[in-house]
C-alpha cells in the first residue's frame, strides 16, 4: 500500500491559465473522490468515479471544471481559465468501503 | 443526507482525556459515522468508524448512544501531536460518500 499519490504538489498559475492535476489512488480502490478545501474550512465534495465512471459531480462545480478516470485507476482534474477564486488545496480520495484514504493535495494559487 | 454539528475548537493539555461530540439528528438507517484527523497542508486521515454502541482501536474510542444522533470521540491521554483538526462524518454503509466535510473541531493541546 504506497497510500494516494497526488502531483504536483504545488501549483503556481496566472489568472486565466489552465491547469492539470494528477491522483493515483491506491491500486485495489475503485472508487476515486475529489474534493477542494480552503483555509478554515472542511473538505468540499466535488465529484467521484466508482471504476471509470463518473457517477457524481457537485451542482456548485462551475463548467471550467472536468475531471477524468480513463482507465480507472489513476485520475486527473483539469480547470480552465482559472479565477483567483479557483486558489485552495485540491485533494483526491480512494476507498473500496466506507473508509476514504485521501492524498496530501495540490495546493493551487492563482495569480 | 446528515448533517453534522459539532464544536469548532477545544482546547487540552498534555496527558488529558478529551471527547468531541458530534450530533447528526437526521442519519438514516444504513448510515456509519467516520472521525477523520487532518493536520495542515495534509489530507485528512481515517481514525475511526462505527454503527452504534462502542468501538475502540489502537488511537481512539468512539461512543454511540442508541438513538444514533450524536457520538462522542474520545482520545486518551492526548499528546502535542494531537493537535489537528477533527472532522465528523456520516456516510452510506455502501461507502459511497458525496458528502462535504463540515468545518470540523480544532483541538490544540498544550503542555
Known amino acids: 500500500d504506497t497510500g494516494v499519490s497526488q502531483d504536483p504538489r504545488h501549483k503556481i498559475t496566472k489568472r486565466g491559465q489552465n491547469v492539470t492535476f494528477r491522483c493515483d489512488p491506491i491500486s485495489e480502490h475503485n472508487r476515486l473522490y475529489w474534493y477542494r478545501q480552503t483555509l478554515g474550512q472542511g473538505p468540499e465534495f466535488l465529484t467521484y468515479f466508482q471504476n471509470e465512471a463518473q457517477l457524481e459531480k457537485s451542482r456548485l462545480l462551475s463548467d471550467r471544471f472536468s475531471a477524468e478516470r480513463p482507465k480507472g485507476s489513476f485520475s486527473t482534474l483539469e480547470i480552465q481559465r482559472t479565477e483567483q477564486g479557483d486558489s485552495a488545496m485540491y485533494l483526491c480520495a480512494s476507498s473500496s468501503g466506507e473508509k476514504l484514504f485521501f492524498g496530501s493535495g495540490t495546493q493551487l494559487s492563482v495569480l | 443526507l446528515a448533517k453534522t454539528t459539532q464544536p469548532i475548537s477545544m482546547d487540552s493539555y498534555e496527558g488529558q482525556e478529551v471527547n468531541i461530540t458530534c450530533s447528526h439528528n437526521?442519519?438514516?438507517?444504513?448510515?456509519?459515522i467516520t472521525w477523520y484527523q487532518q493536520f495542515p497542508s495534509q489530507g485528512p486521515r481515517f481514525i475511526i468508524q462505527g454503527y452504534k454502541t462502542k468501538v475502540t482501536n489502537e488511537v481512539a474510542s468512539l461512543f454511540i448512544p442508541a438513538d444514533r444522533k450524536s457520538s462522542t470521540l474520545s482520545l486518551p491521554r492526548v499528546s502535542l501531536s494531537d493537535t489537528a483538526v477533527y472532522y465528523c462524518l456520516v456516510v452510506l454503509n455502501s461507502g459511497y460518500s458525496t458528502l462535504t466535510f463540515g468545518k470540523g473541531t480544532m483541538l490544540l493541546v498544550s503542555p
Open positions: 437526521n442519519i438514516a438507517t444504513n448510515d456509519y
